[in-house]
């Protein structure tokens, strides 16, 4: 469903993206202490990568050029729990990235308050090796001007 209505979203810039998703706890969420389980928001982190993907055009890239989206490591801070059927939203940013790697940052909300926290450090992958984030900005930033002209 998420990867039929992101291609109906606005698009992203390549540079500096932020998205967000509205979302609501399912029952399939919940753990046995009947709140979202913490793996759930791992799933959802991965969720809204794919939602950015496809809105900056970095997706189409990737899959023109072969590539893979990898990541390298995630780390959760959980602050309140979200409830059965519960409304919240969780934004995503690329805050910066180095020679390798893109650091990324999820927040969820409810409301105005933060209710977790996560981080993740991934890169893009070829067969013949990591792609530098610079590089893959570049490819993306090409590709998306020549398809304006």
Known sequence: M???????????PIK????????????NDLDINLHMNN????????????DMF????????????????VIAEHTMKYKRSLKPFQKYEV????????????????????????VAEGTSIGCVI????????EYVMAKVTTRLEAKKT
């Not at 500096?16 to 029952?27: A, D, I, M, Q």
């Not at 793996?39 to 794919?50: A, K």
Request: charged share 25%.
């Open 2 to 12: 998420l990867l039929i209505a992101s291609k109906f979203k606005p698009q992203l």
């Open 16 to 27: 500096h993206p932020k998205n967000s998703l509205k979302l609501r706890v399912l029952p």
């Open 39 to 50: 793996g759930r928001y791992l799933t959802i982190c991965d969720l809204s990568r794919v």
């Open 54 to 69: 496809i809105r900056t055009g970095l997706a189409r890239t990737m899959q023109k050029e072969g590539w893979m989206p």
């Open 91 to 114: 934004t995503m940013e690329i805050i910066n990235w180095d020679e390798k790697y893109f650091h990324m940052i999820h927040t969820f909300f409810v409301g105005d308050k933060v």
């Open 126 to 133: 070829s067969k013949a090796g990591t792609i530098s984030p």
